[in-house]
């Protein structure tokens, strides 16, 4: 089983900068089969990114996706008060789903 | 545009078999696509418990295969998820969602959740 890990576990900042999250995988995955998710308090997570780089519908240009193999970045280039929240990465490996443990992404 | 929502009793009692149901509208899940799980322990991350496709073949965690089945009805535009022999770890909040798991690997639309909580 492939195991994400997520970096930081908490990372505070202010409204306007930039949020730059890790997901590593303890092998090399396909870029097809990874995706990041945000979750906020009380709600169910939202697709924000797919393979790897690709945006959700309705997902704002200040979300980007970037990585391959083991190494996997979201990148937020503008922090807007919404975007106060738990990021999640997920890989698929034949025939599970994973999940990273997350990173809250909290104001500073 | 597809909404999903989950139904299902929120107390269960330790060893019974839950039984949960998923809802969709906007959407034929006859018409493709896989249709999943993943459960939410309180505080904690998410866990993909299993996902059937629409032609009804099945795949689970092999953590949680002994005990979870996952079947369609397709009069009723619907997925439920069964699972046996709770304990108090199986407390969570279950979400379904729509699942894509060819070429691209994603839930692109998932339902609100609902908390079952095991206890006696």
């Known amino acids: 089983e492939i195991v994400l890990t997520q970096s930081p576990g908490t990372l505070s900042l202010s409204p306007g900068e930039r949020a730059t999250l890790s997901c590593r995988a303890s092998?090399?995955?396909?870029?097809?089969?990874l995706a990041w998710y945000q979750q906020k308090a009380g709600q169910a997570p939202r697709l924000l990114i797919y393979a790897a780089s690709s945006r959700a519908t309705g997902i704002p240009d200040r979300f980007s996706g970037s990585g391959s193999g083991t190494d996997f970045t979201l990148t937020i280039s503008r922090l807007e008060p919404e975007d106060f929240a738990v990021y999640y990465c997920?890989?698929?490996?034949?025939?599970?789903?994973?999940f990273g443990p997350g990173t809250k992404v909290d104001i500073k | 545009q597809v909404q999903l929502q989950e139904s299902g009793p929120g107390l269960v009692k330790p060893s019974e078999t839950m039984s949960l149901t998923c809802t969709v509208s906007?959407?034929?899940?006859?018409?493709?696509?896989?249709w999943g799980w993943i459960r939410q322990p309180p505080g904690k991350g998410l866990e993909w418990i299993g996902s059937i496709y629409y032609r009804g073949g099945t795949d689970y965690n092999p953590s949680l295969k002994s005990r979870v089945s996952i079947s369609l009805d397709m009069s009723k535009n619907q997925f439920s998820l069964k699972q046996s022999s709770v304990t108090a770890a199986d407390t969570a909040v279950y979400y379904c969602a729509r699942v894509r798991a060819s070429l691209y690997y994603y839930m692109d639309a998932w339902g609100k959740g609902t908390t079952v909580t095991v206890s006696s």
């Open positions: 997920q890989q698929y490996g034949s025939p599970l789903f994973t």
């Open positions: 906007g959407y034929s899940i006859s018409s493709g696509y896989y």
């Open positions: 092998q090399s995955v396909s870029s097809m089969s």
